[in-house]
């Protein structure tokens, strides 16, 4: 796969890093020729000039590439890239990092940003997701806005423990990707039973993650009871009280209800 990396600092010579390792071809394009002998990186192509010119983007023959990171400390130098590179090249796919959390809403399709990368936030995802158990937390929003990653830790005392994963009724637009275990990554089946500490990930709708949320927490698990239980404490005919339904059972009804350098490329 061929990538185009812009702004050769020290995220987009990071990332250059982890894709040589994986033997993708790569292409780093800066502004300050002096970056490419202190990088480090062997193995990458070298562009010297200004990626927001059309000529640069040119001799980087931006049209064979698959992926075009724009990485730079300048969001408008990246959002400028992302666009060129969609409109101009037809580039597949483009990658935006975004360095300050209030230019977010500037980094979707229409700037021909396809994944925006908002590293502020990302940051304080992974801070509430070690502290946050038994709250949903968002990781990355994906796909310009629509659709997020999102994990979940379950609590020791949640609800959901001893239930499949098909025993429970999820939202529509949410789906459960994997299941995190002891460190160890579990694709999900309809057969893997939930433990308490197990860290799910779905991939939802922003509009599906408060139906997500709600299903997930401890007090939903206390709305069910209510709706049954005159049913199972009349008595039968013979006058002993009916016996009550097992508790997954009961469940399975319940959930079935409603970095900082400056611009270098």
């Given at each position: 796969?061929?990538?185009?990396?812009?702004?050769?600092?020290?995220?987009?010579?990071?990332?250059?890093?982890?894709?040589?390792?994986?033997?993708?071809?790569?292409?780093?394009?800066?502004?300050?020729?002096?970056?490419?002998?202190?990088?480090?990186?062997?193995?990458?192509?070298?562009?010297?000039g200004d990626a927001c010119e059309l000529s640069t983007l040119q001799d980087a023959k931006l049209d064979d590439a698959d992926v075009v990171v724009s990485a730079t400390g300048d969001d408008k130098v990246n959002l400028v890239v992302s666009l060129l590179a969609k409109t101009e090249f037809g580039v597949g796919r483009?990658?935006?990092?975004?360095?300050?959390?209030?230019?977010?809403?500037?980094?979707?399709?229409?700037?021909?940003?396809?994944?925006?990368?908002?590293?502020?936030?990302?940051?304080?995802?992974?801070?509430?997701?070690?502290?946050?158990?038994?709250?949903?937390?968002?990781?990355?929003?994906?796909?310009?806005?629509?659709?997020?990653?999102?994990?979940?830790?379950?609590?020791?005392?949640?609800?959901?423990?001893?239930?499949?994963?098909?025993?429970?009724?999820?939202?529509?637009?949410?789906?459960?990707?994997?299941?995190?275990?002891?460190?160890?990554?579990?694709?999900?089946?309809?057969?893997?039973?939930?433990?308490?500490?197990?860290?799910?990930?779905?991939?939802?709708?922003?509009?599906?993650?408060?139906?997500?949320?709600?299903?997930?927490?401890?007090?939903?698990?206390?709305?069910?009871?209510?709706?049954?239980?005159?049913?199972?404490?009349?008595?039968?005919?013979?006058?002993?009280?009916?016996?009550?339904?097992?508790?997954?059972?009961?469940?399975?009804?319940?959930?079935?209800?409603?970095?900082?350098?400056?611009?270098?490329?």
């Amino acid at each position: 796969m061929k990538v185009v990396i812009v702004g050769a600092g020290s995220v987009g010579s990071s990332i250059a890093r982890e894709l040589l390792a994986h033997k993708h071809e790569i292409l780093l394009i800066d502004l300050k020729p002096e970056v490419i002998g202190r990088s480090g990186l062997r193995g990458a192509h070298w562009l010297v000039g200004d990626a927001c010119e059309l000529s640069t983007l040119q001799d980087a023959k931006l049209d064979d590439a698959d992926v075009v990171v724009s990485a730079t400390g300048d969001d408008k130098v990246n959002l400028v890239v992302s666009l060129l590179a969609k409109t101009e090249f037809g580039v597949g796919r483009t990658v935006g990092r975004v360095n300050n959390p209030k230019n977010d809403w500037m980094f979707n399709d229409s700037w021909g940003v396809d994944v925006a990368v908002n590293t502020p936030q990302l940051m304080t995802a992974l801070v509430e997701e070690a502290v946050e158990i038994g709250d949903l937390v968002r990781l990355l929003t994906l796909q310009t806005g629509v659709s997020s990653l999102v994990e979940f830790t379950v609590p020791h005392d949640s609800h959901a423990i001893g239930l499949t994963v098909g025993d429970i009724d999820w939202p529509e637009d949410s789906t459960l990707v994997a299941i995190l275990r002891d460190q160890a990554p579990i694709t999900p089946s309809r057969d893997d039973v939930i433990d308490g500490g197990d860290e799910l990930f779905f991939v939802t709708t922003i509009a599906a993650e408060d139906q997500l949320r709600e299903l997930l927490s401890p007090g939903s698990s206390e709305e069910s009871g209510s709706g049954e239980g005159s049913g199972s404490a009349e008595a039968s005919a013979d006058g002993a009280a009916e016996a009550p339904l097992p508790a997954a059972v009961q469940q399975t009804r319940l959930d079935q209800s409603p970095e900082d350098d400056g611009f270098d490329g």
